[in-house]
């Protein structure tokens, strides 16, 4: 017969200490302007805050929060991260951002959103996605 294992579910919110663990790993830098970068992935979303010459001052994502598997490209891990990323930002002293997003994941409207809540004031919007100019080779004609 043996022991019964018992399998727990997990993945299913963020974790406290890892939140707390990001927040306390900002940077000693102050500025006031600065870029919010934010790629959406269908797996997962990333999101960076840098200075206007582009040195990383905090940097998340929805795995590093805790979430795992298919929890992370959802748009609530996403603004999980936002929120921390703005909790940084004033951490940082940061006034406002201009943002670039990249991708096309279902986090990307809900991470600026969750932000923009922290109070920091949004300059701009630039979209990056990539757009392939050819694509992929087409399949060869059916011989029948």
Known sequence: MGKRRIVKKTGGGIDSGKKARALSRVSKRRFENGILHIQATFNNTRALLTDPEG?????????????????????FAAAKVGELIGEQAGILGVKTVSVVVKGVGAGRESSLRAFAGKGVEISAIRDATPVPFNGPRPKKPRRV
Request: proline share 5%.
């Open 55 to 75: 040195r990383v001052a905090a940097t998340s994502s929805s795995g590093a929060l805790g979430f795992k598997g298919a929890k992370k490209g959802t748009p």
